[in-house]
Nanobody
Framework: QVQLVESGGGLVQAGGSLRLSCAASGRTFSSRPMGWFRQAPGKEREFVAAIGRSAMITYYADSVKGRGTISRDNAKNTVYLQMSSLKPEDTAVYYC??????????????????WGPGTQVTVSS
């Protein structure tokens, strides 16, 4: 089985930056695409970013493109999300997701089999 644990969330001022991390257990990390999703109170879960197995392919939601960077370190079984120029509308619980082995990175939640418990990001104005 795969266990995902996010960290790095917290309270930040608008215009600030934050780096989220997701540590994965198991021996199949490098075979999986990884993604980040978020959910704000009263809203549906939405796609944020995704990265392929070798990091050659990345995708970003329009809302974070230019402000967010997804990366991974397969040697450390860790995926990251760097966010800058944060806005109050970025406030949400951020979830790390692991895709099916050898599948392609995409923005659809059905691609992902494993989810972390989430980490809260709050951006104040």
């Amino acid at each position: 089985q795969v266990q995902l644990v996010e960290s790095g969330g917290g309270l930040v001022q608008a215009g600030g930056s934050l780096r989220l991390s997701c540590a994965a257990s198991g021996r199949t990390f490098s075979s999986r695409p990884m993604g980040w999703f978020r959910q704000a109170p009263g809203k549906e879960r939405e796609f944020v970013a995704a990265i392929g197995r070798s990091a050659m392919i990345t995708y970003y939601a329009d809302s974070v493109k230019g402000r967010g960077t997804i990366s991974r370190d397969n040697a450390k079984n860790t995926v990251y999300l760097q966010m800058s120029s944060l806005k109050p509308e970025d406030t949400a619980v951020y979830y790390c997701a692991g895709g099916k082995p050898y599948s392609s990175a995409d923005r659809h939640p059905s691609t992902y089999d494993y989810w972390g418990p989430g980490t809260q990001v709050t951006v104040s104005s």
